[in-house]
């Protein structure tokens, strides 16, 4: 089993930024891609980035390229999400997910840990 437990986030102006943190336990951080998701009101989840666990590439939702940057620390057992010019869209809960097969963090399908989420919220 992996728990995985985000925080970071809050309400911020548009413009603004965030860093959002996720930290795991409970088995070997490394040998899993890490992702981060989102989930607006009304709206399904989605995915918006991703960093392999072997090689360190990192994946983007076109929606936040440019703006948003995951990265890990495995010596700490966290993986980040760097927001920075926030828009009004970008309001949702996120959550951060775990599994050994980065495809399926790319694709969301057949997750196999999920965290419980924290609110980002984008308003003036």
């Known amino acids: 089993q992996v728990q995985l437990v985000e925080s970071g986030g809050g309400l911020v102006q548009p413009g603004g930024s965030l860093r959002l943190s996720c930290v795991a336990s409970?088995?070997?951080?490394?040998?899993?891609?890490m992702g981060w998701f989102r989930q607006a009101p009304g709206k399904e989840r989605e995915f918006v980035a991703a960093v392999s666990w072997s090689t360190g590439n990192r994946y983007y939702a076109d929606s936040v390229k440019g703006r948003f940057t995951i990265s890990r620390d495995n010596a700490k057992n966290t993986v980040y999400l760097q927001m920075n010019s926030l828009k009004p869209e970008d309001t949702a809960i996120y959550y951060c997910?775990?599994?050994?097969?980065?495809?399926?963090?790319?694709?969301?399908?057949?997750?196999?840990?999920w965290g419980k989420g924290t609110l980002v919220t984008v308003s003036s």
């Open positions: 409970g088995r070997t951080f490394r040998n899993y891609a």
């Open positions: 997910a775990a599994d050994t097969e980065l495809v399926r963090v790319t694709r969301n399908y057949g997750i196999d840990y």
